[in-house]
């Protein structure tokens, strides 16, 4: 029994917002910085208000119609999302109640911008163990609201959006292997340290990271995690169709490829439109290239994630 993907969609809010624009509000920092560092050029940010289960549900109502399975068959709804609407219920019961379904297992994951391939592994994971047969997997995010718009270093990095797949059970391949994992001691190196105590927000709510040291950290791991899905199905990097990293930063994309051997034309890029949307920046990428014909039927495509925490996964697919 496979887990087999059967359809993709996403959704991203309102028109792009270029680097030219955070300079005209008022942000210090300018086109050539913010390309050269991270191949950035637009995201999209979601209007107040807007939060991460209407830009969820929109992508999973696309899965949905591409895979032709109807709401109320779903038995699984998993959500990865570090900026839910509410500390609870989770988004994934928010997404379930929009969708009109009622009795699947429905839960959040929180594994930042590796939270995609985490709510993968696990669909996958339940719906081999035979006790599932219709997965709905999303990743959303509105980091927007987590930004420090005063911080020139993190808030010119990230976008909002949201990207969804469906999963069945199939005797046919579907995902070849999954991975994920996590060091808990790098917790420090990019997180929003603050909470909600007694009805007021204490400690700092704003996303901090240390960039060096990210950016050391998911090249390594990313090449690390991609190679162990490969050997896990018994393919070398290189048999691979189609590679999507994270897409957090093109310098980070590239040094993956490279260290991989797996060569530029065959890595899906959408971080020069999105930015970093954390846990859909997988999902939107995959969906735009399996939409322009690119993934095609019986091809092989690595997805991977890291994020705060440290966690890290992948996933390796076959259409
Ligand atoms: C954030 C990152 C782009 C910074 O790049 P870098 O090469 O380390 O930065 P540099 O040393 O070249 O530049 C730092 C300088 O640029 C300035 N700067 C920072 N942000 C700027 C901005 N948006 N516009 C203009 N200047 C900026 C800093 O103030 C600093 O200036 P100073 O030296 O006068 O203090 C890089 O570290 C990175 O991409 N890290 C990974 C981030 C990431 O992907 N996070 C998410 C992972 S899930």
């Given at each position: ?9 996403s959704y991203l809010p309102g028109n792009p917002v ?25 995201r999209h940010l979601a209007a107040p208000g807007t939060t991460s289960?209407e830009l969820g549900?929109i992508a ?80 959303a995010e509105v980091f927007s ?14 976008g909002d959006g949201a ?111 999105h930015?970093?949307t954390?846990?859909a920046?997988?999902?939107l ?35």
């Amino acid at each position: 029994m496979y887990a087999r993907l059967i359809g993709t969609g996403s959704y991203l809010p309102g028109n792009p917002v270029t680097n030219d624009d955070l300079a005209a509000r008022g942000i210090d920092t300018n086109d050539e910085w913010i390309v050269t560092r991270t191949g950035i050029r637009s995201r999209h940010l979601a209007a107040p208000g807007t939060t991460s289960s209407e830009l969820g549900l929109i992508a999973a109502q696309r899965a949905l119609e591409m895979s032709g399975v109807s709401a109320a068959d779903l038995d699984l709804i998993i959500v990865a999302t570090s900026t839910p609407d509410f500390i609870f219920p989770s988004t994934a019961c928010l997404i379930q109640a929009n969708l009109g379904n009622k009795g699947a297992a429905a839960f959040d994951v929180q594994a930042v911008c590796a939270g995609f391939t985490y709510a993968l592994g696990i669909a996958e994971k339940f719906i081999r163990s035979g006790s599932h047969k219709r997965a709905l997997v999303i990743g959303a995010e509105v980091f927007s609201r987590i930004l420090d718009w005063n911080d020139r270093g993190t808030c010119v990095l990230f976008g909002d959006g949201a990207g969804a797949i469906v999963l069945e059970a199939s005797d046919k391949p579907g995902v070849l292997a999954t991975a994920m994992h996590a060091d808990g001691s790098q917790n420090g190196i990019l997180n929003v340290p603050g909470q909600i105590c007694g009805g007021q927000v204490t400690g700092d709510p704003f996303l901090r990271m240390d960039g060096p040291s990210v950016f050391k950290f998911a090249v390594r791991v990313l090449a690390d995690i991609a190679e162990e899905v490969c050997q896990i199905a018994g393919i070398q990097t290189t048999d691979v169709d189609w590679l999507i990293p994270h897409q957090a930063n093109i310098r980070i994309i590239e040094a993956t490829g490279k260290k991989l051997g797996v060569d530029r034309n065959k890595v899906i890029v959408t971080v020069d439109r999105h930015g970093n949307t954390s846990a859909a920046s997988v999902p939107l990428a995959l969906d735009e290239a399996v939409r322009d014909g690119r993934i095609q039927r019986g091809q092989k495509v690595l997805v991977e994630g890291v994020g705060g925490g440290f966690t890290w996964g992948a996933a390796l697919l076959e259409f």
